[in-house]
């Protein structure tokens, strides 16, 4: 599922962070920035020599916290989470459930034969939807997929693509196709992943 919490849908996160206590909103701006660096590297092509697996995962993620929030910086997470109506797995499964999803997601782009190979799309919906469901780290998961697919879109020559939909009835749809993909139905991602790949296309992305 996408980035998430434990709390009540309309309740005020705070995280301790280096600069004190900040609520969610507060903190989303400072990693935005980190955010920002970590887009030009994956553009400037820093990554390129890496395996696509979970410790370039674990990278990503301490490179955005280790500023912020160092205790959480690259950890796996240790306890049991639920965001929104998903469960993700539980803690000792992690470590595993990553590999395997390395294991998989390397698989499935070895087996690509062409820009325009209809398995494609359903790798991008795996790459994104298997991870959210996996939710490996305590925060900040949304995000670190979102780079880990961008590291993807490069490799690929694909253009990148608008991943957090904005407006209510785009995020629903969103929503819905995450947790088809809980599943392990990868329609309807796949269908968004289209619209997504279709509008950069057209230039309607940035």
């Not at 410790?55 to 306890?79: K, M, N, S």
């Not at 590999?99 to 790798?123: F, I, N, V």
């Not at 009835?169 to 599943?183: F, K, N, T």
Request: aromatic content about 6%.
């Amino acid at each position: 599922m996408a980035e998430g919490s434990t709390q009540p849908p309309h309740a005020t996160r705070f995280i301790e962070t280096t600069r004190g206590v900040l609520s969610y909103s507060q903190l989303a701006p400072l990693l935005a920035e980190q955010v920002l660096r970590l887009l030009e590297n994956i553009e400037e092509e820093n990554y390129s020599g890496r395996p696509l697996d979970e410790a370039l995962l674990l990278e990503f993620h301490r490179e955005i916290c280790i500023d912020l929030t160092p205790d959480l910086a690259g950890l796996i997470r240790r306890v049991e989470v639920r965001v929104g109506g998903h469960q993700p797995p539980p803690p000792h499964q992690l470590a595993q459930l990553l590999r395997d999803y390395s294991g998989d997601l390397q698989a499935r782009l070895d087996s690509l034969k062409a820009p325009d190979d209809p398995l494609l799309l359903e790798t991008l919906a795996f790459a994104e939807g298997r991870l959210l469901f996996i939710h490996p780290f305590t925060d900040f998961n949304g995000r670190v997929t979102r780079l880990f697919l961008a590291e993807i879109l490069r490799r690929l020559n694909l253009p990148p693509v608008e991943l957090a939909p904005f407006t209510d009835p785009a995020r629903g749809e969103y929503l819905r196709s995450l947790r088809a993909a809980d599943s392990l139905d990868w329609r309807p991602l796949t269908v968004l992943w289209r619209q997504r790949l279709e509008a950069a296309a057209s230039g309607d992305e940035p």
